[in-house]
């Protein structure tokens, strides 16, 4: 599905101001910035949300922004999240508005997910709905959990919602067509640092050391069983061993060595299971060979859980205005993470893909210096969340909880 061949269903604000929407995405995709430094970002989205009328709060998650309009009488309260940060990435895609920030750029996207609301918010502003609109703005979703911030901060006492959404656009997939899946859509991500302490000495006298480097390599080999042994192999589970360091001479035995591990699961007893193994095996491992462990588990993002009822209503959305075709039926569980699972945690709601492209259209992974968000798709993205913010702020007569 691409724009040019389905702008019959684009919302007519969207398509009349597209050309300022692109250029905006463009200009904050040359003006990339870091989690919890999005000081530019928020200025220009409180400053555009401001002038189109919506009452601005900042500060929640630090660079947060929240922009609330409240029309009719309405009671039902909506929540749409777009996220802010870059990544520390040298970009190499030789684009006009490529980065100008050395060694930062929005290899994910998310210069397109702002664009996209701003788009969408500068055209909710001239329409009609019943309800009260709360447009998030969310720094920091590149691993330091900008989301968790803003909900610690009070996200949800000060904006409550009824439910909330948020999308990600999704290289592989056909340009604009959508795709969700209700309950656990992606992983969780924990961070493990296992640090070996053992005793090091010369290299010809191995016998009166305890090797670090030796206890760190079976350990890696044992935190393989983790996976194939200990999780029920209908179940999900990655443990992976990112990095390992020990020594940095050939004829020196190691004292000490560290691994790096990311894991993640979709089920919440799983991701228990695994920290309980994995801490056991590197205590174990350590003490078998006369060395000891030190095991930091960083409990960091949670699985992304779909709400299934608010799940069917942004899937029926998108059917009722696309059409079947629009959908993507075979879409599958992602085993990557997301801090919008936080946010999903205390309210109601659904995380949704937007296909990027194929191949050389939009089809480069997110996360690599090559990479672009697909302007095709913005104008898709940004009417379907004025179709879904009509159709969930249609009608005075739904309480808060009641299924649009």
Request: with cysteine; aromatic share 8%.
């Amino acid at each position: 599905m691409t724009t040019q061949l389905n702008n019959q269903f684009l919302v007519p604000g969207i398509v009349e101001h597209l050309g300022d929407s692109i250029a905006l995405r463009h200009h904050i995709h040359a003006h990339p910035e870091l989690a919890y430094q999005e000081h530019a970002t928020s200025d220009l989205v409180a400053e555009k949300l401001a002038a189109w009328g919506y009452s601005v709060h900042r500060g929640l998650g630090g660079t947060g922004v929240v922009g609330t309009l409240k029309k009719g009488s309405g009671t039902r309260r909506l929540g749409l999240r777009a996220d802010m940060d870059a990544l520390p990435i040298t970009e190499q895609t030789g684009l006009p508005y490529a980065s100008k920030h050395g060694g930062t750029m929005h290899a994910c996207g998310h210069d397109g997910h702002t664009a996209t609301l701003l788009a969408a918010a500068r055209t909710l502003k001239d329409l009609p709905f019943d309800g009260t609109l709360h447009l998030i703005f969310q720094p920091a979703e590149e691993g330091l959990g900008g989301a968790r911030k803003m909900v610690e901060d009070g996200l949800f006492q000060l904006f409550p919602c009824d439910a909330i959404f948020a999308y990600h656009n999704m290289p592989g997939y056909p340009t604009g067509k959508i795709g969700t899946l209700p309950g656990a859509f992606m992983a969780s991500s924990d961070t493990v640092i296992i640090k070996i302490a053992g005793h090091g000495g010369h290299g010809s006298m191995p016998h009166i050391t305890v090797d670090a480097a030796l206890v760190a390599s079976y350990l890696v080999v044992a935190l393989q069983s983790v996976v194939a042994r200990n999780v029920d192999p209908r179940q999900m589970a990655v443990v992976t061993v990112g990095c390992l360091q020990a020594g940095n001479a050939p004829n020196v035995i190691a004292e000490t060595a560290e691994l790096r591990l990311s894991v993640r699961a979709y089920s919440p007893e799983v991701r228990a299971a695994l920290r309980e193994r994995i801490t056991a095996l590197a205590h174990a491992q350590a003490q078998a060979f006369g060395a000891r462990a030190e095991v930091d588990y960083q409990w960091r993002y949670p699985a992304l859980q779909n709400d299934p009822a608010m799940t069917r209503f942004a899937e029926g959305v998108v059917r009722d205005w696309l059409g079947p075709e629009g959908f993507i039926d075979n879409v599958q569980q992602l085993t990557g993470s997301e801090d919008f699972s936080f946010m999903l945690e205390h309210c109601p709601g659904c995380y949704l893909i937007i296909g990027n492209g194929e191949g050389e259209q939009g089809g480069c992974m997110v996360h690599n210096p090559r990479y672009d968000f697909n302007d095709s798709i913005l104008p898709v993205a940004a009417s379907y969340w004025i179709k879904l913010t009509e159709r969930f702020l249609s009608s005075a007569s739904l309480e808060p909880g009641e299924q649009p």
